[in-house]
């Protein structure tokens, strides 16, 4: 599967953007989903992720409550609401995708066999 990241781009502290990652492929629907970003110096880290179904999702901490992750089927995409935004949300994000993914690994970037090439989203104060 191929995923392309889009959306990313430069709002105030308080705003929203919505990230978007299209994936090719007819077994979309079987991969587990997940958001990653990393900000310049530090680590990848997770930032949210979707069972293959929708059904289950979960968030990091640090964006709870302020960020949604969603996908829809029949556009083979995967969605990441943000609002509310933060000068720390500041990093390139990257959605990932891994097919049968258990759910104790859906946090592991190193568990995702597909990535996306990532989008820039620059929040200022």
């Known amino acids: 599967v191929q995923l392309q990241a889009s959306g990313g781009g430069l709002v105030q502290a308080g705003g929203s953007l919505r990230l978007s990652c299209a994936a090719s492929?007819?077994?979309?629907?079987?991969?587990?989903m997940g958001w990653f970003r990393q900000a310049p110096g530090k680590e990848r880290e997770f930032v949210a992720a979707?069972?293959?179904?929708?059904?289950?999702?979960y968030y990091a901490d640090s964006v709870k409550g302020r960020f949604t992750i969603s996908r829809d089927g029949a556009k083979n995409t995967v969605y990441l609401q943000m609002n509310s935004l933060k000068p720390e949300d500041t990093a390139i994000y990257y959605c990932?995708?891994?097919?049968?993914?258990?759910?104790?690994?859906?946090?592991?970037?190193?568990?995702?066999?597909?990535w996306g090439q990532g989008t820039l989203v620059t929040v200022s104060s």
């Open positions: 979707i069972s293959w179904s929708g059904g289950r999702t």
């Open positions: 990932a995708g891994d097919q049968f993914l258990p759910l104790n690994k859906m946090v592991v970037a190193d568990a995702y066999d597909y």
């Open positions: 492929g007819r077994t979309f629907s079987t991969y587990v």
